[in-house]
């Protein structure tokens, strides 16, 4: 875990890599939960086994935004920071997903910090996050990621 006491110290790391997370699995289980919260069933995500017959990936795979809802978990895992009262996810700036991620495979994020400005009460922190999946080339999903600290 990366710690990071004060806001000037977080200033100081713009433009780094700051922390890269934990190797995570991603089950069916999750995905089969992921689908009934979304209501995004679509077979590919599903059904695993016409996904073994009719996919490359020998087997399903996740849901692209259930990759991307794993980033404020990644950050919490991986960066602690002080002097801080309140985190609120403010948006995210860009969002693509390079190559799909298959079911029963491990990611990680590697956490980049872009930008710090300050805002009335805190500050708005832009994160690049790359979550990269276990023995593949191409990660999963990149994303800008901006929360702002107060």
């Given at each position: 875990m990366r710690e990071?006491?004060?806001l000037a110290a977080l200033k100081e790391l713009?433009?780094?890599e700051v922390a890269v997370s934990d190797w995570i699995e991603i089950s069916q289980d999750q995905v089969n939960r992921f689908a009934d919260a979304t209501g995004d069933h679509q077979w590919i995500h599903v059904d695993v086994e016409r996904?073994?017959?009719?996919l490359p990936y020998g087997g399903t795979i996740a849901h692209g935004f259930l990759t991307l809802s794993l980033l404020p978990l990644?950050?919490?895992?991986?960066?602690?920071m002080g002097e801080v009262r309140m985190l609120v996810n403010y948006g995210l700036n860009r969002v693509r997903f390079p190559t799909p991620l298959p079911v029963g495979r491990r990611v990680r994020g590697v956490i980049n910090l872009l930008s710090v400005e300050?805002?009335?009460?805190?500050?708005?922190v832009v994160w690049e996050v790359t979550i990269e999946c276990?023995?593949?080339?191409k990660p999963v999903c990149?994303?800008?990621?901006?929360?702002?600290?107060?």
């Open positions: 990071i006491a004060t713009v433009g780094q996904s073994k017959r009719e990644l950050l919490q895992q991986t960066i602690a300050d805002i009335a009460g805190g500050a708005q276990e023995n593949n080339d990149v994303a800008e990621f901006i929360i702002r600290r107060y």
